[in-house]
């Protein structure tokens, strides 16, 4: 189990992957995608375990939720709206807020929203296509990092997944998937 800051994750794991240890890395697996990529090749050559630790995703009510997307129970989905903020002191060599630690509102929370919304997709129509537009702003701390991020992801077929995450206010941790004959 790798709970390092995220900048020392890439290091970490590879180490492990390298010794055919199976791994469970804490969110986010790696700060970026060159990273992720060159630990996804080295896990699958080595034919070791790897899985970033989204503790949600275990959560029983995603059991329940996937029945209901697979099925069909209440319609095809057409949007989903998500938050995770929550205030966080600015300490400039904190995990939060420092670059060198990989910090960032976007890094730290909103991998929530977005393994979500993928995870959503993936039940609800087998599949989980990239996005065909993004649309993002932020509010940057004085170290540059994210302090506050809202974004729109839409998907080919026109479902769309709103979202904001940050350290700078508080609100609601929460996920509403708009579907055709109600929500959840």
Known sequence: YVATPHAQHHEFVRQCLEAGKPVLCEKPLVPNLAQGRSL???ATRNNVFLMEAVWTRFLPVYDTVASWLRNDAIGPVRAIQSSFCFSAPFEPAG????????GGALLDLGVYSIATTR????????????PSS????????????????????????????QFVCAFDGSAEHSMTLLVERGYI
């Not at 995990?95 to 990989?102: C, F, I, Q, V, W």
């Not at 995870?119 to 990239?130: K, L, M, T, Y």
């Not at 509010?139 to 809202?150: E, F, K, W, Y």
Request: charged content about 10%; overall charge neutral.
């Open 119 to 130: 995870w959503v997709i993936r039940q609800a129509v087998g599949a989980c296509p990239e």
């Open 95 to 102: 995990r939060h807020y420092n670059p060198a630690l990989a």
């Open 40 to 42: 996804v090749e080295l």
């Open 134 to 161: 993004i649309h993002a702003s932020g509010t940057l701390a004085p170290t540059g990092v994210d302090q506050r991020v809202s974004a729109m992801l839409t998907f080919p077929g026109g479902l769309s997944s």
